[in-house]
């Protein structure tokens, strides 16, 4: 039989790498959720911010300052990813996967190599696996934080204006709104704090790989609707925010508890996709059940 104690002390592991993987769980949450935008590139622009940092961080700059290369990274991926779309009229999901495709090559060319170390005994990194009560106060302030500047932000004309045009774009173009530019916007913004996750990532485990950032739009799907379903009806935009991000933490704790069951690391993947399978099938199914099993003494749904 499995200890618990293993497991309990696999747990503030597993709250700092949710915490991590949350910020990006929110860059998935703006294109999936706010802008109604499929955007795969998320699969490589985490590995872009990760690469950025390591190769800014070995060439001496601090490693908070690298953060901000690495968002710029991970934009500039985003507005490739946007282009695409607008401009050259490719559709969502293809415009992500051959902005996701291209970043393979690029990564590369960025590194030198497949993996560059970033030693936590050379450099005075922000977090990492080593110290991790420091890591999980650091990437929980990063949460806060970005919970806090993104409530603000959304709530602005141009926040509204991208909102807008993720709800209803015919509507939005109607009122004015160059829906184009606020899919382009919207685009940066994610992949932005999808690379800034991977840098915080690559400090985190010490080094950047150029497979880390594989399946991460599952496990960034799966933290969104974990957290929508830890949301319930309740409409707070920052609320949903947060909960995102809490939703990377469960999902976490959720792998801890399997692995410390038995479940083969090389079965993760497939343990993901049945998470979010489940999650997301999960309301339509409850309806489907409303319509064939009505109340006692309601009227049936149609």
């Known amino acids: ?11 503030p592991g597993a709250l700092a790498q949710g915490l991590i993987w949350g910020i990006m769980a929110i860059g998935v949450a703006i294109t999936y959720k706010i802008l109604d935008y499929a955007d795969l590139t998320v699969d490589n622009s ?4 990760g690469a950025v940092a390591a190769i800014c961080i070995i060439g001496g700059m601090d490693p908070l300052l690298s953060l901000v290369f690495a968002m710029l990274a991970g934009a500039l991926a985003g507005l490739c990813t946007g282009l695409l779309h607008t401009v050259l009229g490719i559709p969502a999901i293809l415009s992500g996967i051959l902005t996701q495709l291209a970043l393979y090559s690029i990564n590369m060319h960025i590194m030198g190599k497949s993996n560059l170390t970033i030693s936590r005994t050379q450099y005075d990194l922000l977090l990492t696996s080593a110290q991790i009560p420091r890591a999980i106060l650091v990437s929980g302030l990063f949460v806060v934080v970005l ?5 603000w932000f959304f709530g602005t004309q141009l926040g509204c204006a991208i909102r807008a045009t993720g709800n209803n774009e015919h509507m939005a173009r109607a009122q004015g709104i160059s829906t184009n530019r606020m899919k382009v916007l919207g685009l940066m913004l994610s992949n932005a704090l999808v690379g800034l996750s991977g840098a915080l990532l690559a400090q985190y485990q010490g080094n950047a790989d ?6 991460a739009i599952v496990i960034g799907l799966a933290a969104v609707v974990i957290g929508g379903a830890l949301l319930g009806r309740r409409e707070n935009f920052a609320l949903r925010l947060a909960t995102t991000a809490l ?33 997301l099938s999960a309301p339509h199914l409850k309806k489907k059940w409303a319509a064939r099993h009505p109340a006692k003494g309601g009227a049936p749904l149609c």
């Open 147 to 151: 919970v806090i500047v993104l409530y």
């Open 210 to 215: 150029i497979n880390m950032g594989r399946g």
């Open 247 to 279: 939703g990377g933490v469960v999902y976490y704790a959720i792998l801890a508890v399997v692995i410390w069951a038995g479940l083969s690391t090389s079965d993760l993947k497939l343990f993901s996709a049945v998470v979010v399978t489940v999650f």
């Open 1 to 11: 039989m499995n200890n618990p104690i293993t497991l309990l002390y696999s747990l």
């Open 46 to 49: 985490l590995c872009t911010g």
